[in-house]
């Protein structure tokens, strides 16, 4: 069984510039959250996906953070303008149904400079 | 506030040698506790999951162990390889409608030869 895919494994971007992440979830796996992972900290949940409907993203930054999940499979995950502080490890993971157990992919270290 | 706490931040311990990590808690009710590895560069990988009533869980050489009264739980590491150089995460859910994840902040292990 494929796991969590995601791209690109690495981005180093100037502050102010954009940057968009990709996630593939396990086949049939309806739920997908995205986390921020800063160095030295353990994984902060910045939005959850059932199928393409948001469940919670209360600790999305939506003046500069945006995601989707449109047809309930794929995700994007975009930071508009960056800032320093978004320097971080952003992960996917999927789960088959919101409550089971998580898949983390190999994350996106995004280095902002 | 639910909160997960873990130490030693860090451990440098000789291959070969046995190690315990620990995890304090003050998520109550939980569901489950669960062990996650995660090596430099990847995402988390789960090692053991417990429910509240379990209170031993093995997998190789990694043991969990759970202590529901002083809301403690332990990640032993028998004969220690270099290979188990990693972060190592204790995550609880809460028994609730949302069932997230509540991370701890991980403790990073060293092994050398």
């Known amino acids: 069984e494929a796991g969590v895919a995601q791209s690109p494994r690495y981005k180093i971007i100037e502050k102010r510039q954009s940057v968009a992440f990709w996630c593939n979830p396990i086949s049939g796996h309806a739920t997908l959250y995205w986390y921020q992972q800063i160095l030295g900290q353990g994984p902060k949940l910045l939005i959850q996906f059932q ?9 999305l930054p939506k003046d500069r953070f945006s995601a989707e999940r449109l047809k309930g499979v794929d995700s994007t995950l975009k930071i508009q303008p960056a800032k320093l502080e978004d320097s971080a ?3 996917c993971a999927s789960s ?5 157990e998580q898949y983390f992919g190999p994350g996106t270290r995004l280095t902002v400079t | 506030k639910n909160q ?3 130490s030693p931040q860090s451990l440098i311990i000789l291959e070969g040698k ?14 489950n506790l ?3 590895k995660q090596d430099t560069g990847r995402g988390p990988v789960s090692l053991t999951i417990m429910t509240f009533s379990e209170n031993t869980k093995s997998n190789g050489r990694y043991t969990a162990t759970l202590d529901a009264d002083t809301k403690q739980s332990s990640l032993h590491i028998t004969a220690s390889q270099l290979s188990d150089s990693a ?4 995550v609880v859910t809460p028994i609730s409608g949302t069932y997230k994840y509540i991370f701890g902040t991980g403790t990073r292990l060293k092994v050398l030869a």
């Open chain 2, 4 to 6: 997960v706490e873990q």
């Open chain 1, 51 to 59: 199928n393409n409907g948001v469940v919670d993203d209360s600790q």
């Open chain 1, 96 to 100: 088959l149904v919101e409550g089971t």
């Open chain 2, 18 to 31: 046995n190690c315990t990590l620990q995890c304090n808690y003050t998520v109550s009710p939980f569901s």
């Open chain 2, 34 to 36: 669960r062990w996650y």
């Open chain 1, 89 to 91: 490890v952003y992960l």
């Open chain 2, 87 to 90: 972060s190592y995460i204790c």
